[in-house]
């Protein structure tokens, strides 16, 4: 029986803190570490990504899909350095996740030896919570523990780098003396509630409200019917930011969609004409689609307090767990105003949904070139599996999913929100299947995005796809040629023409690709074959890479009034392309037509 080492008990640590996977990459400065996780003969599984920064948006994929920590281990030096951005995703988008790092020898730090990087350094800010060196084997357990309970408690990566040497050491005997810190791996969270005099504030501005409109994010995880009981007994319309789509029933009569720039008709105008805004559990940056500061009275709930007034000038802060807020705030509302304009309200929001449904619908029908990519995730709503899990990488195609998609009620959907990070969607939906074998995986994602990392991230997959109880994992790719989302970007806010140069994106055969790999390829070239395509990927006995040519014309046009400001700017642009310009101008055209029928 070899020597118990310290490795040995970093293993054992993650086991006591319920961690069943570790993702990442090994090198020679975590070898210690792989050694251990070898011995525990699959105690805790080490899954290989094939770069550390898909290794990193795994953990944060498999933290956003179970609720519970992400681990991710690397080297020092390159390793490192790769994991950064997939722990700025967790950072953003507040995901615990653990990361455990290889160092050195402590003998040879300072001395500028191969690989040595200042990794405290390195990850202060990303790890601002918490990040140490473990200088001696007394020290890992404390600093593992600390590690998971910080990581829990404010929601956020936490860093414990472990040099070499330290993980060959012997595993120490922990004895009751000074210096030495013995602590336990738990953590349980706070009942956090308001104050009674910030409750009866807050429901004093909810009680004037006569056009009430909540705007709801992830921190409504938890709260989904609290959310709707709430907007029913004050005849209110409800908004989501992106990460907060999954959490509401869009299917609801008063339900307007996601809000923003990417967002619907009707959430644009549910925010632009309400007296009263509720805000539960979001910190959406797109603050101007808010309400013009001023014209609104506001509540906001948060289980942080940083949070409260973060996004919008606030009246009532209520810092507590969503759920038992909105249930305290309930028991204090008053009967609605007798002159009935809240249910006028109330028909006002549940017309404007059902335009913009109607209107969605119209644009996903507009002929394009040779697909319209609101076709291809309209067809996908209809068909979606009610036990899929969803991810989501960032592009023209978050546009798509956001207007056209329609989630089943319990089907999670994720993404790089805030960082908006490309790349994101196939290790997420990696990360997604390994937590639930039993359930399907659709992925969303553009050509830039899969030629960033999706192209290599399925090779993973192709690896492991025999190991799921469903083999279902379909990778839908928008092969439209083109850096889509920044080039409307140019357009709308520099009035700049696309620069070829920086925005076209080379051509790939992502079909024939996974046909390589043993996967199955369909590969869709015109708008008629999407239903039946889909039915197939959705049907297939293994992944499947479903690639369409899109067209990168259809534009990424704002909901009006937003929308209509930015047309001569994205107009203007256009012109300076020529002939190149003149398929997307007669889109824009298109679009901004039918907003504008809508709006009278």
């Known amino acids: 029986m070899p020597e118990r080492l310290v490795a040995d008990v970093l293993v054992e640590r993650l086991r006591s803190w319920g961690v069943d996977r570790v993702f990442g990459y090994s090198g020679d400065g975590i070898n210690g570490f792989m050694g251990a996780l070898g011995r525990s003969e ?4 080490f899954v290989q990504a094939r770069h550390e920064e898909t290794a990193a948006f795994m953990a944060v994929g498999h933290a956003k899909y179970t609720g519970g920590v992400g681990v991710v281990t690397s080297t020092q030096g390159p390793g490192a350095v790769h994991l950064l951005n997939g722990l700025y995703d967790a950072k953003l ?5 653990v990361a455990i790092i290889g160092q050195q020898s402590r003998s040879v730090l300072g001395s500028a030896y191969m690989q040595e990087v200042d990794l405290l350094t390195l990850f202060k800010d990303v790890a601002a919570q918490f990040a140490q060196m473990a200088s001696t084997p007394e020290q890992l357990p404390m600093l593992l523990d600390r ?55 807050a429901a004093d501005v909810l009680n004037a409200g006569r056009k009430v409109a909540f705007l709801v994010g992830q921190g409504a995880r938890a709260a989904q019917s609290e959310v709707v009981a709430l907007a029913e007994q004050l ?60 014209s609104a009275r506001t509540v906001q709930i948060d289980i942080d307090g940083r949070k409260i007034g973060n996004r919008y000038p606030v009246e009532a802060g209520l810092v507590g767990d969503a759920a038992e807020t ?88 994720h993404l790089s929100g805030t960082l908006a990070s490309m790349g994101c969607s196939i290790p997420y939906g990696i ?113 499947v890479v479903l690639e369409v040519l899109t067209d990168p014309d259809v534009p990424l046009l704002p909901p009006f009034p937003a929308g209509a400001a930015k047309l001569e700017d994205m107009k203007s642009a256009l012109s300076e392309e020529g002939n190149a310009g003149r398929g997307a101008s007669a889109l824009l055209d298109i679009y901004a037509r039918q907003e504008e029928s809508r709006g009278k």
């Not at 699959?42 to 599984?45: E, F, I, L, T």
């Not at 936490?158 to 953590?187: R, S, Y």
């Not at 639930?436 to 492991?464: K, N, S």
Request: proline share 9%; glycine share 6%.
């Open 326 to 413: 909105l249930t305290e705030l309930a028991a204090r509302l008053d009967p609605g105003p007798a002159d009935g304009a809240r249910r006028v309200w109330r028909a006002e929001i549940e017309r404007q949904v059902r335009d913009w449904h109607a209107l969605a619908e119209e644009r996903s029908l507009v002929p394009a070139n040779p697909v319209n990519p609101e076709r291809v995730v309209r067809e996908l709503s209809a068909r979606l599996p009610d036990n899929a899990q969803l991810s989501v990488d960032v592009g023209s195609c978050v546009y798509w999913y956001a207007r056209q998609l329609t989630l089943p009620r319990g089907v999670p959907a």
């Open 235 to 294: 005849d209110a319309g409800i908004t989501t930011s992106l990460l907060g789509k999954p959490y509401v029933d869009e299917t609801l009569p008063f339900a307007a969609g996601t809000m923003g720039h990417l967002g619907s008709t009707a959430s644009a105008h549910l925010l632009g004409n309400c007296d009263t805004l509720l805000i539960v559990g979001s910190n959406d940056p797109w603050t101007e689609f808010y309400p013009e500061p001023g």
């Open 93 to 97: 988008d507040s995901v615990p996740v």
């Open 431 to 543: 990360a997604a299947k390994l937590a639930r074998p039993e359930r399907p995986v659709v992925a969303l994602a553009g050509d830039g995005a899969m030629q960033m990392t999706g192209v290599a991230e399925l090779i993973t997959v192709a690896h492991r796809w025999r190991e799921w109880t469903d083999p279902r994992f379909v990778v839908c790719v928008f092969n439209n040629r083109d850096l889509a989302e920044v080039t409307w970007e140019q357009r709308e806010t520099e009035s700049e023409p696309r620069f070829p140069a920086s925005q076209e994106i080379p051509d790939f055969p992502y079909a024939r690709y996974a046909e390589l790999l043993g996967l199955t390829g369909i590969r869709v070239e015109a708008p008629e074959q999407l239903a039946d395509a889909w039915d197939r990927a959705l049907a297939a006995d293994r992944p």
């Open 42 to 45: 699959g105690a805790v599984q």
């Open 147 to 201: 590690a998971f309970r910080t990581a829990l408690e404010t929601r956020s990566p936490c860093v414990v780098i472990v040099p070499h040497d330290i993980q060959k050491a012997a595993a120490p005997v922990l004895e009751h003396e000074h210096g030495i810190v013995v602590t336990a791996p738990q953590w349980t969270p706070a009942r956090v509630l308001p104050r009674e005099k910030d409750l009866a504030a």
